[in-house]
């Protein structure tokens, strides 16, 4: 696994096959490893190179014992003109959409096209309190049995269409219970969700955007991400059924069509 030495901090990525680039960003706590499955070997067939990263707070990159949403804006930036792949497609979904979101503002001319997944523009009261709960169980100390965690994690990041079928969710409780998300260790990006009200900014965005989201999303509401369509100029949006907050993972095969289409174009 490569590391760049980048903004301070050494910065953990990952790249696959060749072709034009594609660089995934991760939302709150999830490696760089999760799009291995689906959207690597998916963007590979559509010709493409796909790098994925390890956001700072989450090993093997650095932990800074402080950060901002700036300094991983500025990490992406970074890390674009480290491997000289600039303008160069970018995927961002959950935190990882707000990071894109960012990065085009801050940085527009190292992006070709954006795909922001499952984001938002603005902070409403239900990201507000998930976000207060979060921290105040990663401050208490408390550690979350692995079987409780991933049966939580279910119900919050899963469609009813995938926890009414039993094949399927015996095996999403078998993976999460296996991967749970360091809560403890991912401290530092705890919050970094939680922005002012964005979408008049958004307005000033002049690449070509492509906002996916999930019909039975409850973390972040479809109409959220509409709204985030809607301010950017010229986007599209697209809302896929049966999945959740990880409809990446629920049905990849529809985003991963979704995403290589827009390209495409």
């Known amino acids: 696994m490569p590391i760049a030495r980048i903004n301070g901090i050494n910065l953990s990525y ?24 689906h959207q690597v070997p998916a963007l590979r067939r559509a010709g493409y190179q796909a790098i994925t990263v390890d956001n700072r707070g989450i090993p093997p990159t650095d932990v800074p014992r402080s950060f901002t949403l700036a300094d991983m804006v500025a990490d992406i930036a970074a890390l674009i003109e480290h ?30 096209q954006a795909v922001l997944i499952a984001t938002s523009g603005r902070t409403d009261a239900l990201l507000a309190g998930m976000s207060a709960g979060d921290i105040e169980l990663a401050d208490s100390g408390v550690k979350i049995p692995p079987r409780y965690a991933a049966y939580i994690h279910a119900l919050q990041n899963l469609s009813p269409q995938t926890l009414n079928d039993e094949a399927k969710l015996q095996d ?27 979408l008049p900014a958004y307005r000033r965005i002049d690449r070509p955007c492509l906002v996916i989201a999930f019909s039975d999303d409850l973390v ?9 369509a809607d301010s950017i100029p010229g986007a599209r949006y697209t809302e896929i059924s049966g999945c959740g907050h990880y409809g990446y993972l629920e049905k990849p095969t529809a985003v991963n069509t979704a995403i290589t289409d827009f390209f495409a174009r």
């Open 220 to 228: 972040v509401r479809p109409h959220l991400s509409r709204e985030v």
């Open 14 to 37: 990952d790249t696959y096959g060749s072709g034009q680039p594609v660089v995934m960003v991760t939302g709150t706590g999830a490696p760089g490893r999760v799009w291995r499955t």
């Open 172 to 198: 999403w409780l078998a993976v999460l219970e296996m991967s749970p998300v360091d809560i403890s260790s991912a401290r530092g990006q705890l919050g970094l969700n939680v922005i002012p009200n964005r």
């Open 83 to 112: 491997l000289g792949k600039g303008p160069c497609r970018v995927v961002g979904t959950s935190m990882g959409g707000i990071i894109v979101q960012e990065l085009l503002l801050a940085r527009p001319e190292l992006v070709h």
